[in-house]
């Protein structure tokens, strides 16, 4: 009977141990979008900041300056949010500045790679908004609302649902989306939360533009008189060939390039 028990575990070390090489992660090869041709006529090709998390289920970033073999390992057991945010350190813009592409594994899988797009990073953003809002408001909850057991497919599908609010389906980045998180969070999932941030007006002598602002689906703004900004009491970025606007209901300050 022992010498049963040192075989046994003997041939499961072996099997453990091949299987640890057979089974090794893949690497998934990220497909970027293209660029707004907004942000490229004034700013140039970005750099690339990449967040996910790995098979070790460990956070990393990578920043690159080239898209075109970019590879990585993620955690496949459950959802997983991969978030690229373009930036021109040239410019003194830093990633984080303007709106990110994204995808939520593994619904943006396709043929071995991850598929980024401009509204897949809103949904990493906001997987990210609902974890934080989990942990800071229902740890202690009997009701799940972590990001993995969140209804990715019902949320994207809103993005073309006619009965959600016009202005957030143009541009969901006029959401509140941590407020959102928070909400939902609180209270559960309703799609009437689905709407933009209440915002005013601020008269700012800048140039008349165009001005380009940091959400892949907002309009450039060119203005023939005094250019009127829409603000709110977070900062928002606006970029011309002349600089960087930075503003919002209190303040504004202007850095030329």
């Given at each position: ?193 689905l709407m933009p941030e209440s915002r005013s007006s601020l008269k700012v002598p800048v140039g008349s533009g165009p001005w380009i602002g940091t959400s892949p689906f907002s309009e450039p703004l ?36």
């Open positions: 009977m022992k010498a049963f028990i040192l075989v046994s575990l003997f041939t499961a070390v072996i099997i453990t141990t091949g299987c640890s090489e057979v089974f090794s992660p893949p690497l998934y090869s990220l497909k970027f979008p293209q660029i707004p041709e907004k942000w490229e006529n004034i700013l140039g090709t970005p750099h690339w900041k990449i967040e996910w998390i790995n098979d070790k289920g460990e956070k990393k970033s990578l920043a690159i300056n080239e898209t075109g073999n970019v590879k990585i390992n993620i955690a496949n057991n459950l959802f997983n949010a991969i978030i690229a945010a373009p930036f021109w350190p040239e410019k003194e813009i830093e990633a984080g500045v303007f709106k990110p592409a994204g995808a939520i594994f593994p619904f943006d899988v396709f043929d071995g790679s991850i598929v980024l797009s401009w509204i897949g990073g809103v949904e990493a953003v906001f997987y990210h908004e609902l974890a934080r809002a989990n942990n800071e408001e229902n740890a202690d909850s009997a009701i799940p609302r972590e990001p993995q057991y969140f209804d990715w497919p019902r949320f994207r599908m809103l993005f073309s649902d006619t009965s959600v609010n016009a202005e957030f389906r143009k541009d969901p980045w006029l959401a509140d989306l941590q407020n959102i998180a928070l909400r939902i969070v609180q209270s559960g999932f309703d799609k009437r939360r060119f203005f023939e008189d005094s250019p009127v900004f829409p603000v709110r009491a977070a900062t928002d970025t606006w970029v011309s060939k002349e600089g960087i606007l930075r503003c919002n209901t209190l303040a504004w300050i202007f850095l030329e390039f």
